[in-house]
C-alpha cells in the first residue's frame, strides 16, 4: 500500500477514535426545570407602615431587599406558588385592595425606626377599609415583631377587629449564637398542630417574638408552654400564631417577621438546629393562596 494511502487511513481512524470519544464523553442535557403556572393571584406587601431607610433607599422586610434584612426570599417563595408579587407605598384603598388576593403588614415602624423618625401609623380611613376588604374574602396576614422593634398600638387597632391583640413583649430572645436552641420550636417538645402549615416541619425558628392574645372570632394555631422568664404572668398557654375567619375572608397573625433573609434558610448543624422556616415559608404561602380568591379588578 503507498505510504499517502497508510497515512490517510491511520488519520481518519484517530478522527473516527476522537469523534467517537467526545460523543461519548458529551454529558446528557439537563431536564428543564418545569415552568410555574401563574395563578392570577396578587401578594401585595405593605411598603407605607413598614418604611425604615439606611443611605436613603427603603430596607427591611420588603421584597426589593435583598440583604438579610429583606424579603427577597420570601417573595421568591410567593412566586414559586404562581403568585404575582407587587409593593403597596401607600394607605391601601378599597380599590387597592380589590387587585390584591392576600395583603401583607409586617413589623410596623415606630419613631425610633422610622424613615425620618416619622412613621406612618395605621388609622382610619384604612382600617376600616381594611376590615370591609377581609369580610368580602381578602386574605390578610399580619406580622408583627418584638417590643423594641414594632408599633403595637395602630397595629392592634386593626388587628382587635379581628380578635387579635399583640401582646407586645420579648419572648424567645436569643442574644448570642449559643442561645439560639432558646428561640427554636419543636415538634416534639412544642405539639406542633396537624395544620398545612407545619406538614413535614420538625423545627422551625423564631427569634424575639411578640405573643398574642386572641377573643372570638380569633383562635390559636400554635400555642406553647409559657417561658418562667420572658411570659407575660397569667394563666393558659403563650399564643404564637392566631387565625381568624371574618366574612368570606381570612387572618393569619404571627409575632415576627420570621422568614425574612437572615433566617429563612438557617441551619445550624454544630448546634443541632435543623431549622426548616423554608419549609415553613412555603406552607405559608401555599396555605394562604389555597384560601385567596383572585383579584376583582387588575
Known amino acids: 500500500m503507498p505510504a499517502k494511502a497508510v497515512h490517510f487511513l491511520i488519520g481518519a481512524a484517530v478522527i473516527a477514535s476522537a469523534a467517537s470519544l467526545a460523543c461519548t464523553a458529551a454529558p446528557a442535557p439537563a431536564t428543564p ?33 435583598t440583604a438579610l434584612s429583606g424579603f427577597s426570599k420570601f417573595g ?35 419613631p425610633k425606626n422610622a424613615a425620618g423618625g416619622k ?4 388609622e382610619e380611613p384604612a382600617i376600616g377599609t381594611i376590615v370591609d376588604w377581609v369580610k368580602s374574602g381578602g386574605v390578610l396576614l399580619l406580622m408583627a415583631n418584638d417590643k423594641n422593634n414594632s408599633e403595637f398600638d395602630h ?37 406542633f398542630p396537624d395544620s398545612p402549615l ?28 409559657k417561658d ?20 368570606k375572608g381570612f387572618v393569619f397573625a404571627v409575632g415576627d417577621p420570621w422568614v425574612y433573609n437572615e ?11 435543623p431549622v426548616q422556616n423554608h419549609k415553613a415559608a412555603d406552607n405559608l404561602a401555599q396555605m394562604l393562596l389555597d384560601k385567596a380568591s383572585l383579584p376583582e379588578s387588575k
Open 33 to 65: 426545570a418545569a415552568a410555574v403556572l401563574p395563578t392570577g393571584k396578587v401578594v401585595t406587601l405593605d411598603t407605607f407602615y413598614n418604611h425604615q431607610e439606611k443611605n436613603g433607599k427603603q430596607f427591611h422586610y420588603i421584597f426589593t431587599d
Open 76 to 110: 421568591e417563595v410567593w412566586k414559586q406558588h404562581g403568585a404575582e408579587i407587587r409593593e403597596l407605598d401607600h394607605a391601601p384603598t378599597m380599590d387597592d385592595l380589590k387587585k390584591t388576593s392576600i395583603y401583607i403588614i409586617v413589623n410596623p415602624s415606630t
Open 119 to 122: 412613621p406612618n401609623y395605621i
Open 155 to 191: 397595629l392592634n387597632d386593626l388587628a382587635t377587629k379581628f380578635g387579635i391583640k399583640f401582646d407586645g413583649n420579648l419572648r424567645n430572645t436569643a442574644p448570642r449564637p449559643t442561645d439560639r436552641p432558646h428561640a427554636v420550636f419543636t415538634r416534639e417538645r412544642d405539639h
Open 198 to 225: 407545619f406538614n413535614g416541619i420538625d423545627m422551625i425558628y423564631m427569634k424575639e417574638i411578640s405573643t398574642i392574645t386572641v377573643s372570638p372570632p380569633a383562635k390559636p394555631l400554635f400555642e406553647v408552654e
Open 228 to 247: 418562667p422568664k420572658e411570659s407575660l404572668p397569667g394563666p393558659g398557654k403563650d399564643v404564637v400564631i392566631a387565625t381568624a375567619e371574618v366574612g
Open 263 to 273: 433566617y429563612i434558610d438557617a441551619n445550624w448543624p454544630d448546634l443541632h438546629l
